[in-house]
Nanobody
Framework: QVRLVESGGGLVQAGGSLRLSCAAS????????MSWYRQAPGKQRELVAG???????NYADSVKGRFTISRDNAKNTVTLQMNSLKPDDTGVYYC???????????????WGQGTQVTVSS
């Protein structure tokens, strides 16, 4: 069994900061890509930021320069530092990880339960 547990969401005023964390636990051989997605009310889930196992990152244009994704491979965690938050950043943020449970496992995507981020104007 593999679990991803997010933490760090909440309510913040525009211009403020939040830090989201996601920890993977269970039977894990290796973790490839880790990423954060968000879903605003009435909208599709969208990629916010991703990081590969060797530290390469990518960001949605809307968050470049404001958000920073990082990971700790030893702890199986990924973090999203969000600065200069805007009301448009409001939504449920989900952590996703591509995890191999065994050496011969091709890998599967696992999702966290989501954490609410609300940015007030």
């Amino acid at each position: 069994q593999v679990r991803l547990v997010e933490s760090g969401g909440g309510l913040v005023q525009a211009g403020g900061s939040l830090r989201l964390s996601c920890a993977a636990s269970g039977i894990i051989f290796s973790i490839n890509g880790m990423s954060w997605y968000r879903q605003a009310p009435g909208k599709q889930r969208e990629l916010v930021a991703g990081v590969t196992s060797d530290g390469r990152t990518n960001y949605a244009d809307s968050v470049k320069g404001r958000f920073t994704i990082s990971r700790d491979n030893a702890k199986n965690t990924v973090t999203l530092q969000m600065n200069s938050l805007k009301p448009d950043d409001t939504g449920v943020y989900y952590c996703k990880a591509e995890i191999q449970r065994f050496w011969h496992d091709p890998g599967s995507d696992y999702w966290g339960q989501g954490t609410q981020v609300t940015v007030s104007s």
